[in-house]
DNA sequence: CTAGGGTTAG
């Protein structure tokens, strides 16, 4: 049918051209407003009640198709709910349309239970696929949870397509031992996407040698990884501070002509950033030939942790020019390079600038603000920018002996947070500071009555492309002999340097001799032992750890460089520290 | 009509 249908045509019309028509229609649309223009066109045709409702559901698909937007959702809607009777095939598209991200509520899968009561159409494996996906997307693991033994109990979870719902449910709820007993039941129906997922779950929990152990089994098992399955192991790199790993990878996506699209693009700017090259984030960068607001903000916020506050500046001032809209991510990155390095007036011209763009600010974004005031001194202006947010104010109260607002603050975390450990670390830090051990000993009590278990200290250091990884005090590396034999030269040197230990990093109130011995066991200090041990200079030490920079291990990291001759390079939780000859890039601001 | 991916303060 070449040729747009008239009324008068359509009512002479036999049923099957009619049909062709509204496929055809139904097709050429490449977007919603397309969509919505065919639907209109549909109505004036004044179809048969049958062919009418075809079309509703053909539309639905489509709708369902496009791209997961609030407002493709809430017209799949609409749609369906003009059909009189809708088929499984309709509950399906609209259990696929109401999966965007930002449906908090988990609209598809009270659908699914509407379907389930309502007793027919009955739920085939597409629904099932459908409403995994939603809750994946959610995610909602507790919903997820129901699906599955749901879809046991109708026969429908041996579907290759049930599985991988299943599986990649499990994996992006960070529930990796789930995932794993999916993977390992799928056997033969392991396909590309099974592989991917699977690897994804590991990278998303930091299982980094799980992720790449499994990378190499699916070559191994012929499956060949494509764009999606990199920017996972990408991703693992990222989060491990793996570079000669991150380099490899990359170098093998090159050798297997694999895609690098934009969002491999982007994994690769974030892996760079946080492995220290951030020099080979720009070139990835500045190589993209599209670029999206995730692009830019990874670009801003790798530029950010370095502290190269102008860089990301600019860059972000040329996202401006081009029109690409920024995120409130985007602002963690501007705002926290403008916190790094003190430019409060700049800092404050862009939150109004945020405001003004109409971003919604989130938890971070408010943290930022409150950050970059509090290092200009304007406590007090902090104070009153946002009551709420009582665990910065005591992050920031720390240097500066305001008892009034640390009571206050605490009084308050602990009533919204008293299951979060770190408040009580936080605290205990500063009570330890001012030696007031009987406070410190009443949070550990307060802990142990409320049943709050601290996140154990960990840093990593990346060995013939293997993640050694250590905690504090950690006996159970198989070179610990050697590694006790490098900490004590460690602490000669250190001694001889006239450097006084900084006990009150360590929370335990004990003996300050003993407290001396747990200090030089600290993670960040096995695993740069570790370093110094395995490598030769100028070999770059680089290590990554899961919480700060402890005070302590940071001057005595200084002394090593200086002492060593060695180049040290380590991730906090937060940024780069980067000593040479004595000295770090942070410029003991951190 | 089915499934997998990237940016998040201190």
């Known amino acids: 049918m070449h040729h747009q249908l008239k009324p008068p045509e359509a009512a002479t019309l036999p049923r099957h051209l009619l049909e062709a028509h509204v496929v055809w229609l139904v097709r050429q649309c490449r977007s919603l407003r397309a969509l919505r223009g065919a639907h209109a066109r549909l109505l004036r045709l004044r179809l048969p009640r049958l062919t009418h409702a075809l079309a509703l559901s053909k539309l639905l698909a489509s709708c369902a198709a496009s791209a997961p937007t609030a407002a493709a959702a809430s017209y799949a809607r609409s749609l369906f709910d003009q059909i009189p009777e809708p088929t499984a095939f309709c509950y399906n598209s609209l259990i696929r349309a109401l999966a965007t991200p930002s449906n908090p509520t988990a609209d598809a899968f009270l659908l699914y239970r509407r379907m389930l009561r309502a007793g027919s159409p009955s739920p085939n494996s597409f629904t099932v696929a459908f409403a995994l996906k939603a809750c994946a997307t959610v995610p909602a693991l507790g919903e997820g949870r129901q699906l599955h033994s749901q879809a046991f109990r109708q026969g429908l979870e041996p579907s290759p397509y049930v599985q991988t719902g299943l599986l990649n449910l499990y994996a992006r709820c960070e529930e990796v031992a789930l995932a794993k007993s999916v ?17 994804g779950g590991y990278s998303r929990v930091g299982m980094v040698n799980e992720a790449l152990d499994l990378f190499r089994d699916m070559q191994a098992a012929g499956v060949n990884p494509d764009e999606v399955t990199m920017v996972s192991v990408i991703s693992a790199c990222a989060k491990a501070g793996a570079l000669d790993l991150g380099r490899w990878v990359h170098a093998f996506i090159d050798r297997k002509g694999i895609t690098v699209d934009l969002e491999l693009s982007t994994a690769l700017i974030d892996m760079y950033a946080k492995c220290g090259l951030i020099e080979r984030a720009r070139l990835v ?224 109130d004990v003996g300050e001799e003993e407290k001396e011995i747990a200090l030089c066991e600290h993670s960040e200090r096995l695993a740069i032992a570790y370093g110094l041990l395995k490598t030769k200079a100028p070999h770059v030490i680089r290590v990554v750890k899961n919480l700060r920079f402890c005070p302590d291990c940071h001057e005595v990291s200084k002394i090593i460089s200086k002492s060593y001759g060695r180049e040290i390079i380590v991730r906090d939780r937060v940024r780069f520290h980067r000593f040479i000859g004595g000295s770090c890039s942070c410029k003991d601001f951190w």
């Open 285 to 508: 960068f500045d190589a993209m030939v599209e670029r999206d607001t995730k692009a830019w903000s990874a670009m801003i916020v790798g530029l950010a942790m370095h502290g190269l506050a102008e860089d990301a500046l600019a860059i972000f001032s040329r996202m401006l020019q081009l029109k690409i809209r920024p995120n409130n991510v985007t602002f963690i990155g501007v705002l926290s390079a403008c916190a790094h390095n003190g430019l409060v007036d700049d800092g404050q011209r862009y939150w109004s600038t945020m405001q003004e763009m109409g971003i919604k600010a989130s938890m971070e974004n408010y943290g930022c603000m409150v950050d970059l005031l509090c290092r200009s001194g304007l406590l007090d202006e902090a104070y009153s920018f946002v009551t709420s947010i009582w665990r910065n104010l005591l992050v920031a109260s720390k240097s500066s002996n305001r008892t009034d607002i640390v009571g206050l603050a605490s009084k308050k975390l602990f009533e919204l947070e008293p299951q979060n450990p770190e408040n009580y670390v936080l605290l205990s830090n500063l009570y330890a500071l001012n030696s007031q051990w009987d406070r410190v000993r009443y949070m550990r009590k307060k802990m142990k009555d409320n049943n709050v278990t601290v996140v154990a200290g960990c840093s990593s250091i990346e060995i013939n492309s293997y993640l050694h990884k250590f905690v504090v005090s950690d006996g159970s590396h198989p070179e610990i002999k050697e590694i006790r034999v490098v900490l004590r030269e460690i602490a000669d040197r250190v001694l001889r340097s006239g450097h006084k230990p900084w006990t009150a990093a360590v929370l335990h």
């Open 183 to 199: 993977f390992d039941g799928m056997a033969e129906d392991r396909n590309l996407v099974a592989w991917s997922s699977m690897i």
